[in-house]
């Protein structure tokens, strides 16, 4: 098997940029990781984040694709790591489909394999969806090449990493992903702690603007890609997906923003669990600023026992599924010194986002109105009348950071919209002296 995968992944990366090699300088084992999907496939978040990772022995090998042949010249491999993603869902373990580890034909892959399982095992809860070891293997995969390149040099162990796509965030596969070959580098002593799989913004990037997109469970709809295409598209700033687990083990300390987006408030903060609503509340106090966008917005408000509790407001109904449409908006003058690019009033997709007031708690600043809607929609026996002149978008402080919170999505509401948020961004990138970077 072994002369076969490495044989048909050669034959992959001839004429192609995407292959880096870390080198330690150090004596050590050669890693090669290789990723078989591509585009906005998590394995292509987990290869962006393992060439920043530094080596205390050995090389990494991280390839997405074809090279030119001289960029592998002179590495041996002595352990090939394959991504695997597929559409399926885990239901059995005769499944491909499933989350597992498929290790190669050789007694030390076998038996590092339960390690490996474990470490990835202990930060998901759904018995469904944890890795197990599996003989099963995908027609697509490398493993499953012909093995016919017999002067290929062997590689002496193998390891199937498979991840589901169906009902897992990409940040939650990448997440994933990165764990096990965390403890796999670790136990090669590679590197010098598993925590390193939560180190998402390199060194180089730490000057940036980075905003950090929740990407997990409750989070649903086209808020994360909108978002991710228009502010990546900013000169310095950064975006990348994180998931719950990633907030709860404290990457938070290497982001200026936080946005969460449309879906289900009452879940995120279910999904963030009392631990990483804790991470989000001590990242604001501390100067990180806070993006809400529908749900998002509704899991800012202080209003409900699950709520972050960063923003003064509570809706003005419990009755919250008033419908969607595209209803017009109006800046207010505060508004317009933040949304200094796009025009005063604008019609905006709506979709059951929060109708607020003010909560009145004493230890929250009171919000400023940025935006007021002035037509409202009222369905499912909604109350009418209470939309109309509310607010629609508006800011706050909590700590030293600020809150932003968007009730509908201008994300998703053409170029319009697009300009509102990006002047958010850019208010909240350079508005703030201290810890923000100065305009230039």
């Not at 995908?138 to 169906?166: C, K, M």
């Not at 419908?323 to 010194?337: D, E, I, K, V, Y």
Request: proline fraction near 7%; aromatic fraction near 4%; charge should be negative.
């Amino acid at each position: 098997m072994t002369t076969g995968v490495l044989a048909t992944l050669l034959t992959l990366l001839i004429n192609h940029p995407d292959v880096t090699v870390t080198d330690s300088g150090k004596p050590g084992p050669t890693v090669m990781v290789v990723i078989t999907a591509h585009q906005n496939s998590a394995a292509v978040s987990t290869l962006s984040q393992l060439r920043n990772w530094p080596l205390q022995n050995g090389r990494l090998i991280c390839a997405a694709g074809p090279a030119p042949a001289e960029r592998l010249a002179g590495n041996t491999v002595d352990w090939l790591v394959e991504l695997h993603e597929t559409a399926n869902a885990p239901n059995s373990s005769t499944n491909p489909g499933h989350a597992a580890i498929t290790p190669g034909n050789s007694s030390l892959a076998a038996e590092l394999a339960p390690q490996l399982i474990t470490a990835v095992n202990s930060e998901i809860e759904a018995p469904s969806r944890r890795f197990q070891i599996s003989n099963s293997v995908p027609a697509d995969s490398l493993i499953a090449a012909p093995e016919d390149h017999s002067w290929i040099p062997e590689v002496t162990q193998s390891l199937l990493i498979q991840t589901p796509r169906e009902g897992q965030p990409l940040a939650v596969r990448a997440r994933q992903q990165r764990l096990i070959i965390a403890a796999l580098l670790h136990h090669l002593k590679l590197i010098e702690s598993t925590s390193i799989a939560s180190q998402l913004v390199p060194a180089e990037l730490q000057k940036q603007f980075n905003i950090a997109l929740l990407d997990d469970a409750g989070v649903a709809g086209r808020g994360v890609p909108s978002l991710m295409e228009i502010w990546s598209a900013e000169p310095e700033v950064t975006v990348h997906r994180i998931c719950s687990a990633d907030i709860r083990s404290g990457c938070l300390t290497q982001f200026d923003l936080l946005c969460c987006s449309g879906g289900s408030g009452s879940r995120q903060a279910t999904t963030l669990g009392e631990n990483g609503r804790a991470e989000i509340r001590r990242f604001v106090t501390q100067g990180g600023d806070y993006v809400g966008i529908c749900a998002g917005s509704y899991l800012a408000c202080s209003g409900f026992s699950w709520g972050l509790g960063i923003l003064d407001a509570r809706t003005k109904s419990s009755k919250w599924k008033r419908g969607r449409a595209n209803l017009p908006l109006q800046l207010t003058p505060a508004g317009t010194l933040v949304f200094t690019t796009g025009p005063e009033t604008a019609t905006i997709t709506y979709n059951n986002g929060p109708i607020i007031q003010p909560h009145q708690q004493p230890d929250i600043p009171d919000f400023e109105v940025l935006a007021n809607f002035t037509a409202e929609v009222a369905q499912n026996e909604t109350p009418t009348g209470i939309m109309i002149n509310s607010p629609a978008i508006v800011i706050g402080k909590f700590g030293e950071g600020d809150v932003l919170c968007i009730s509908p999505h201008p994300e998703q509401s053409g170029d319009v919209g697009r300009q509102w948020v990006i002047a958010a961004l850019r208010h909240l990138q350079y508005a703030n002296a201290g810890s923000k970077a100065q305009t230039p």
